[in-house]
């Protein structure tokens, strides 16, 4: 098994983070009309796009993590 990150290593990669991120600016808004369009705060989405997340999401990926998987979005049917 690979070593295993530390909580800021995940955070700093967390898949969730990237995911809105690159999906926000692929749409071509700012934060804050991300923000405004799903009702967040911008300082809520800054932290989301960062991956200041909270502990028990932060949790969630440690587990995953020590398990080697990851978060992966699924994709949508239209």
Avoid: C, H, W
Avoid at 2 to 22: C, D, G, H, N, Y
Avoid at 52 to 69: C, H, P, S, T
Wanted: glycine residues 6%.
């Amino acid at each position: 098994m690979s070593k295993r990150r530390t909580l800021e290593e995940i955070k700093q990669t967390s898949p969730l983070a990237a995911f809105v991120r690159e999906k926000r600016k692929m749409l071509g808004l700012t934060q804050e009309e991300l923000a405004s369009r799903v009702g967040l705060g911008l300082a809520t989405l800054k932290r989301l796009e960062t991956g200041d997340i909270n502990l028990q999401y932060a949790k969630i990926l440690q587990v995953l993590d020590y398990f080697g998987a990851e978060l992966v979005p699924q994709e949508s049917e239209s």
